[in-house]
């Protein structure tokens, strides 16, 4: 489901308050959503490309990516890669017509990863702190700061295993 009356998620999104969203969705969806975490793909990107001028993904799989106004594709082949930040942008949209929904999840996961390495790469905490400050004041979330940890802590100790998630992009 990435319409609802002829509008995407993101459409919906941005035309409502986090409250109006959330009670839509859970209106259209059998899952009851009690908290959230919402990050701007820009702020994500710009956080990860803060130091460089290319990352290196593992790409489980071969994606190709067509774009939709000039045709053009872009190939992301099954191994690692060095993205620029204009292919990570391609890297991660959503391409309706994929219809493989854990793949597109796994590549947004994958980047997550990339950015939480990025914030904590430093080992000056000067640094690690202006970054995560910098990331902090673009989320919006109903979660406490200790929900928050939580959520990290169970997130990445469990990195390396298949996990069970509700996700909606």
């Given amino acids: 489901m990435y319409t609802m009356n002829d509008k995407t998620i993101s459409q919906i999104y941005k035309e409502n308050s986090m409250e109006d969203f959330i009670a839509i969705l859970n ?5 009851r959503i009690e908290n959230f975490i919402v990050i701007s793909i820009n702020v994500l990107i710009d956080v990860l490309f ?9 790409n489980k799989k071969d994606f190709i990516h067509i774009d939709e106004s000039s045709g053009k ?33 796994s590549r947004q996961e994958h980047v997550l990863r990339l950015v939480k390495n990025e914030l904590t790469a430093s080992k000056n905490p000067i640094v690690i702190q202006k970054k995560y400050k910098e990331l902090r004041s673009h989320i919006q979330t109903n979660l ?10 169970i997130y990445v100790s469990s990195e390396q295993k298949k996990i069970n998630k509700k996700t909606l992009a």
Wanted: aromatic fraction near 14%; hydrophobic fraction near 40%.
């Fill in 50 to 58: 803060s130091l460089k001028s290319t990352v290196i993904i593992s």
């Fill in 144 to 153: 406490t700061v200790g929900q928050v940890l939580k959520l990290l802590t």
């Fill in 73 to 105: 594709k872009a190939v992301f082949p099954k191994g690692k890669m060095e993205l620029n930040k204009c292919e990570i942008y391609k890297y991660l949209e959503f391409i309706p017509e994929e219809l493989d929904y854990d793949a597109f999840f």
């Fill in 27 to 31: 209106g259209k969806i059998n899952y």
